[in-house]
């Protein structure tokens, strides 16, 4: 008999504090015999952008909607993928080179459903969740342009987006 | 009716706010967009027609045909860049 994966801990959380990989992976399977597949990707702070040197970045949210709209890509991918659990982590705030940024992990009986899940919700992420990124550079300040590629990359799971669209 | 407007990162900056209440007649997200466009300044700057701008009513993504309700909340934000 297998005990059900309702965490004690949310879906989301965004928050400026770091994570633990280990710690969240763990929560995330602890007492749940069903699971047979953990995933996580973990999004860390590039040193380089656009060819330039990046030396912090500031990561802005509308916060209340962020947490609403993950948490409609969790069901979303409940939906789509026999999962038992996910978990979403987004840093704001200051950021530096080598920080992590951000944490999606998941459980599923097999692995497939997990590796899927997990690239879902982060293409998801990226172009539905209200974050913006602004990086320091020796140019100066600038906000990071949204990228084509990341609309195209929501697009094979058969999700328009135009979040980078010029108009 | 009233509008809670609110504005984020690098439109947040061009307005110089973050938020504001607005009394307007428009219809729709696109019309009240188009009435702050009139106001000139640099709000017509950072909603100007031809930039990339997203909307969202009630703190969920919609576009320009949203229809408006008293009380409701609006933002306008350039596109997304988080992950």
Redesign the interface.
Known sequence: MSTPAVAASPRVVIQAADFDLSHEVAALRAGDRRVGAVCSFV?TVRDRNDGDAVSTLE????P??TE??IEQMIDEAHRRFDIFAARVI?RIGLLQPLDQ??LVVVTSAHRGESFQACEFL?DY??????????EQTPRGAR????RVSDDAALARWGIRSG????? | MRIELRYFASLREAVGHAQESVQTQAATVGALRDELIARGGAHAEALARGRAVRTAFNQTLCDETQALSDGAEVAFFPPVTGG
């Open positions: 999004g990561l802005e949210h509308y209340g909607m609403r709209a987004h940024i951000v982060m992420l990226k172009t539905q969740a209200p974050f913006w990124k602004k906000w990071v342009d949204a979040n980078a669209a010029p108009g």
